[in-house]
T-cell receptor, first 113, second 117 residues
Framework: AQSVTQLGSHVSVSEGALVLLRCNYS??????LFWYVQYPNQGLQLLLKYTTGATLVKGINGFEAEFKKSETSFHLTKPSAHMSDAAEYFC???????????FGAGTRLFVKA | GAGVSQSPRYKVAKRGQDVALRCDPISGHVSLFWYQQALGQGPEFLTY????????KSGLPSDRFFAERPEGSVSTLKIQRTQQEDSAVYLCASSYYDGLAGTDTQYFGPGTRLTVL
């Protein structure tokens, strides 16, 4: 069975500081991994995804994530936080070729001026 | 084109009432998903359609939950005899198969917030 663990339900950073949101997954088959962002009263928007190939994945809004199989991790980073990055972030996993997506509980990012 | 739309955006029901939640997927998207998102939690898979066929309904929490997509486009999630624990945001997503990436990319609607009193 697949599962996703997001470490830290809340993360607070200063504007301009590094953003690091942690995600660990469990999967018995090669996983597809995703990060989504959710703004208040809106649906989820895909930030980036890893399927195969290059383990460092670049997404929208300056975010990137690195798939580390040995650590079963897919942490999300951004070099410099912006106020507009404040939102809820969800890590998700699905089986390669599958359709069922399992989401983590989410991490709320706060950005301080 | 337009994204995934859901209606109503907000629904308040008295316990025991039946509700119907609508999802209009992106035109041409074959796959459609329903998720339930409880307060402070991530979305949880409910069911999946490929065209009009419901291929997986393993996430539906009880037989009070029923979903349909009769013409392979619009979908309706129906909840009978609503209970307080049904209060959540219900998200719909549609997807197309990305041949290059080898996976579907899901596009989410804004959700319907259901409150059962």
């Amino acid at each position: 069975a697949q599962s996703v663990t997001q470490l830290g339900s809340h993360v607070s950073v200063s504007e301009g500081a590094l953003v690091l949101l942690r995600c660990n997954y469990s999967s018995s088959v090669p996983p597809y991994l995703f990060w989504y962002v959710q703004y208040p009263n809106q649906g989820l928007q895909l930030l980036l995804k890893y399927t195969t190939g290059a383990t460092l994945v670049k997404g929208i809004n300056g975010f990137e994530a690195e798939f580390k199989k040995s650590e079963t991790s897919f942490h999300l980073t951004k070099p410099s936080a912006h106020m507009s990055d404040a939102a809820e972030y969800f890590c998700a996993v699905s089986e390669s070729g599958g359709f069922k997506t399992i989401f983590g509980a989410g991490t709320r990012l706060f950005v301080k001026a | 084109g337009a994204g995934v739309s859901q209606s109503p955006r907000y629904k308040v029901a008295k316990r025991g009432q039946d509700v119907a939640l609508r999802c209009d997927p992106i035109s041409g998207h074959v796959s459609l998903f329903w998720y339930q998102q409880a307060l402070g939690q991530g979305p949880e898979f409910l069911t999946y359609f490929q065209n009009e066929a419901q291929l997986d309904k393993s996430g539906l929490p009880s037989d009070r939950f029923f979903a349909e997509r009769p013409e392979g486009s619009v979908s309706t999630l129906k909840i009978q005899r609503t209970q307080q624990e049904d209060s959540a945001v219900y998200l719909c997503a549609s997807s197309y198969y990305d041949g290059l990436a080898g996976t579907d990319t899901q596009y989410f609607g804004p959700g319907t917030r259901l409150t059962v009193l």
